[in-house]
């Protein structure tokens, strides 16, 4: 494995550290060990609000400092790059004022938790790269090798032109109706729920996929479970104010018709996120519980010999592979964010626009917005605004 401990540093500054602070973390300290960088990033300084568990993040995760404001981790010299792992209420204004600060932002998904927000980080977002930075998604599925593999494969035609594209991503931690009343089950919070949560991802995987927006969606949501018991308080209860489940249909703008279903109450279903995409030449299939693996049947072949086959996506010429290990020896959930903070790094050095930007994330939020609307419009067809040519790229 190549080290680039050589090259001049990038400091870090990371505000929340539980679940994707935790991972990202692992990006951070592993990212510089598996690829050749031209910046080497540090991790400077991780913030939360609660003096005594900050610093035993920091000193648990690998962070140098700790601070309990996100404003006094923006105004650190050492902090270059300010990493948002906190629930999308704060995304906005956190994002917005790093940017201001002339620092670079990579931002958890969902981009925010309405339109309206997502459309000012990207104001924000095209003023700061005038001045030279960057803004970042966190949508880390895209750097799981099977299915940036798959990108390239759909990108070269090898599947025609479109036809369908059907997506779930499936949990059960919902299902118990005794589960407390979490952040994520309130929309002051989290904007949405399965929807926000887990639709968020396949939407973007959608257009990623086949480089096409979805230009409409007809849908249904549904919350099964209404009120919960309060977190330290399970005497009490409190209403559920976003979706468990969403399900909906739509159109890419090549007329390729699309299924997404989410839900966070499939009960079995742990994290199961499956995609497939059907051409006139060809189809692929992934599966998450499988994620070294990409199905591919190549239709152009005669019948008697085509058919799914398995490809272990593992080999050096394979996207992200050239850091790790010999073919054969898998990968995980974790290397989707070493391989995130890959990208962003060189786009850094190297002047570029690291993807998903923020554009890419107010997109995904007009799909979610337009969800929502045809679920309560008992499940008209309605129609996402196309990204304004000045926000393309952004
Ligand atoms: N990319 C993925 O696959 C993925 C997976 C899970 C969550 N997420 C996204 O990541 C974000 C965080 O989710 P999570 O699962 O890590 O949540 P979490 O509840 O595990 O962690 C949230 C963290 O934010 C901190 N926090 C909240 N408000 C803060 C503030 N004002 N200042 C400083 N710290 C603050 C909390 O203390 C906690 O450390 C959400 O936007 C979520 O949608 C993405």
């Given at each position: 494995m190549p080290h680039s401990t050589t090259a001049p540093t990038l400091g870090v500054g990371m505000v929340g550290y539980a679940f994707m602070g935790a991972a990202h973390s692992q990006g951070w300290r592993t990212v510089a060990r598996a690829f050749d960088l031209p910046l080497t990033p540090v991790m400077a300084a991780v913030c939360g609000r609660d003096p005594e568990a900050v610093a035993a993040a920091a000193g648990r995760l690998g962070w140098a400092a700790a601070e309990t404001d996100w404003r006094a981790l923006i105004a650190r010299e050492d902090v270059q790059l300010v990493d948002i792992c906190t629930p999308g209420d704060s995304h906005a204004e956190i994002a917005i004022a790093a940017l201001e600060a002339g620092k670079h932002v990579l931002c958890e998904k969902p981009l925010a938790n309405n339109e309206a927000e997502a459309q000012a980080m990207v104001e924000a977002a095209r003023a700061a790269r005038d001045r030279g930075q960057v803004a970042m998604v966190g949508f880390n599925y895209r750097r799981v090798p099977a299915l940036a593999h798959a990108r390239r494969l759909i990108a070269e035609g090898r599947l025609g032109s479109l036809r369908h594209l059907r997506a779930t991503y499936l949990q059960d931690w919902g299902t118990d109706p005794a589960g407390p009343l979490v952040w994520r089950m309130r929309?002051?919070?989290?904007?949405?729920?399965?929807?926000?949560?887990?639709?968020?991802?396949?939407?973007?995987?959608?257009?990623?996929?086949?480089?096409?927006?979805?230009?409409?969606?007809?849908?249904?949501?549904?919350?099964?479970?209404?009120?919960?018991?309060?977190?330290?308080?399970?005497?009490?209860?409190g209403e559920v104010t976003v979706d468990d489940a969403a399900l909906f249909t739509g159109r890419l703008a090549s007329g390729a018709l699309a299924s997404f279903e989410v839900?966070?109450?499939?009960?079995?279903?742990?994290?199961?996120?499956?995609?497939?995409?059907?051409?006139?030449?060809g189809s692929l299939s992934f599966d998450l519980e499988r994620l070294n693996e990409l199905e591919f049947h190549d239709h152009t072949l005669p019948a008697a010999e085509a058919g799914f086959r398995r490809i272990?996506?593992?080999?050096?010429?394979?996207?992200?592979?050239?850091?790790?290990?010999?073919?054969?020896?898998?990968?995980?959930?974790?290397?989707?964010?070493?391989?995130?903070?890959?990208?962003?790094?060189?786009?850094?050095?190297?002047?570029?626009?690291?993807?998903?930007?923020?554009?890419?994330?107010?997109?995904?939020?007009?799909?979610?917005?337009?969800?929502?609307?045809?679920?309560?419009?008992?499940?008209?067809?309605?129609?996402?605004?196309?990204?304004?040519?000045?926000?393309?790229?952004?």
């Open positions: 929309k002051e919070k989290a904007g949405s729920g399965a929807l926000g949560d887990l639709g968020a991802h396949v939407v973007d995987l959608a257009q990623y996929l086949t480089g096409e927006p979805i230009t409409g969606v007809s849908a249904q949501v549904e919350t099964f479970i209404r009120r919960r018991p309060l977190p330290g308080d399970p005497e009490r209860t839900s966070r109450l499939a009960a079995g279903r742990k994290n199961a996120l499956t995609i497939e995409v059907n051409g006139a030449e272990l996506v593992t080999e050096p010429d394979h996207p992200y592979l050239e850091g790790w290990w010999p073919p054969g020896h898998g990968l995980g959930y974790e290397h989707t964010f070493t391989h995130q903070a890959r990208d962003l790094v060189r786009a850094i050095a190297e002047g570029g626009r690291p993807a998903p930007g923020f554009a890419e994330g107010l997109q995904v939020q007009r799909v979610l917005a337009a969800v929502e609307e045809s679920a309560r419009n008992d499940s008209v067809f309605t129609p996402v605004p196309l990204p304004a040519r000045d926000e393309q790229g952004e």
